[in-house]
């Protein structure tokens, strides 16, 4: 079941950190979920989710927490998520850049981004190793920039957990943070 993912059974700690950002009405993306991990983790804090991947062999488990899953081919010349619109977006270890800048544009106003993949020099510690899967320096920073996001965090930074990797990792919000509620974020 869970295949390529073993290892990535928890979730992520920078999702862990600021999932609280995430609205609680709407619905959240959780795009590339694999196993689900994300999901789960953020369907037992209450939100409601949309867990899409290719395998729905692997998604199919994620039906026992009360999340809807979809078999999606989220490389398809035409995005299969057009016209759907989101409290929050989590994306994780997953790059596909022809369809990169949909995704601000499908956060509703408040809504949150929280994204983490491998970065530029991840290749000296595996895979993957195409710079066509690695993260640019400041790309995701520019993504926010292009759409009007504001940047709550943002890191590239070297981890040694689980592996070692080179990470790009930024968690942004739609909108303005003005009147925004203050966060008590899990460190």
Not at 68 to 84: K, T
Not at 154 to 166: L, R, W
Request: charged share 20%; with cysteine.
């Amino acid at each position: 079941m869970i295949g390529s993912h073993i290892g990535l059974l928890d979730a992520s700690a920078w999702l862990k950190r600021f999932a609280a950002a995430i609205p609680q009405d709407g619905l959240v993306l959780d795009l590339a979920a694999g196993s689900g991990r994300h999901s789960i983790y953020l369907a037992k804090l209450g939100y409601s989710l949309l867990a899409v991947d290719r395998d729905l062999d692997v998604l199919l488990p994620l039906e026992d927490y009360s999340i809807e899953i979809a078999a999606l081919d989220l490389e398809a010349e035409e995005w299969p998520l057009q016209g759907r619109q989101f409290s929050g977006i989590v994306v994780s270890n997953y790059l596909y850049r022809p369809h990169l800048d949909l995704l601000p544009k499908m956060l509703l106003n408040g809504g949150v981004l929280i994204y983490e993949t491998f970065a530029l020099g991840n290749a000296a510690f595996g895979k993957p190793s195409n710079p066509h899967f690695l993260l640019n320096p400041g790309e995701l920073l520019a993504l926010a920039d292009r759409h009007g996001l504001q940047v709550l965090a943002y890191e590239d930074i070297y981890v040694d957990h689980p592996k070692p990797a080179m990470i790009q990792r930024i968690c942004a919000v739609k909108g303005s943070l003005k009147g925004r509620i203050p966060l008590q974020f899990v460190a």
